[in-house]
């Protein structure tokens, strides 16, 4: 007799997380496509405010407007007077509630990369590692939402070295992707690394000023908890030249008190360099998601360009 295939019904509970996830991706895509309007909006806002404000005439392209505007321009406040763009809808409850990050890898993962995917997981806290299996990126998005994780961490290798990093934010995005070059696990370090704290550490963010450098930098930033002052852990994002060198640091202070004390750096580990090469708006499992940034490497201008710093 022919085989019957059953196919079981989705869960009500996994069809409404469908559904919601859906609604939200809906609301953010319409909200994104009012940026051009809003931005033009806030721009004849802004010039009858500082005309006002500088007891001068309205120039002749708003006083078309000025009626419809001036309710508008007289209930704003500190907080609603800025544009806000599909960034802040991403990032909008950063801070409130500490980020809770799935760290895993790419399929038939080596030892190595499952010791270094281990290291970035003790890296980040508040943090759980995964093993991949045979999960399709889609059902392990779809899980992670499921789950509730503000971020995906996913490090690929070629012949066991490590060589591609990729950070999804969810649920809208943004998806970032690096490549990886010159990783040294903590094991191999010269010298040996100091034990691993668990302390929220502190994050410094240098030569991020472009506009894309200013996001990236979002993006790094926000896979950690905010750390207590006085925490003595450090995480290093160092860009030269649109490379970025990462490095995991505690550090102690000897001597005297006040101005005398000696500060030593202990290195923790892992190190490696890492380069951006693609910014997607939306998760990882949406191939048809606008690219918000694509790495131009073969361009005449490309040696003289510098996008981050």
């Keep these: 007799s022919p085989a019957i295939r059953v196919t079981m019904a989705p869960s009500s509970s996994a069809a409404a997380s469908s559904r919601r996830q859906t609604r939200l991706r809906r609301e953010y895509l319409y909200r994104k496509s009012l940026e051009g309007r809003d931005k033009a909006a806030y721009e004849k806002k802004r010039v009858i405010r500082e005309a006002l404000a500088a007891g001068r005439p309205l120039p002749t392209e708003v006083r078309a407007s000025y009626d419809a505007l001036k309710d508008e321009v007289d209930a704003e406040d500190e907080r609603t007077r800025e544009v806000r763009d599909h960034i802040d809808d991403e990032y909008g409850d950063a801070g ?89 696990l903590r094991h191999d370090l010269p010298g040996g690394a100091s034990p691993m ?60 008190g006040g101005d005398n004390q000696e500060v030593t750096l202990h290195e923790v580990g892992p190190r490696f360099e890492m380069r951006l090469y693609q910014i997607r708006t939306g998760t990882l499992d949406q191939k048809d998601a606008e690219n918000e940034y694509v790495l131009r490497p073969y361009q005449n201008t490309a040696t003289k360009r510098q996008t981050l710093g």
């Design 197 to 256: 704290s668990e302390a929220y550490p502190h994050i410094i963010l240098n030569n991020f000023h472009s506009d894309l450098g200013k996001r990236v930098g979002n993006i790094l930033k926000c896979l950690f908890p905010i750390p207590k002052p006085d925490t003595r852990r450090i995480v290093t994002f160092s860009n030269d030249d649109d490379f970025i060198s990462f490095r995991h640091h505690m550090y102690t202070k000897t001597g005297g």
């Design 96 to 184: 409130l509630a500490e980020p809770v990050v799935c760290v895993t890898t790419s399929r038939d993962a080596s030892s190595r990369l499952k010791q270094f995917a281990k290291e970035v997981k003790l890296l980040i806290p508040n943090s759980t590692r995964i093993n991949r299996g045979n999960n399709r990126v889609d059902e392990l998005i779809s899980s992670c939402k499921e789950s509730e994780f503000t971020d995906v961490v996913v490090v690929q290798e070629t012949r066991g070295e490590p060589d591609g990093l990729v950070i999804c934010h969810l649920p809208l995005g943004p998806t970032a992707f690096f490549t990886l070059s010159g990783a040294v």
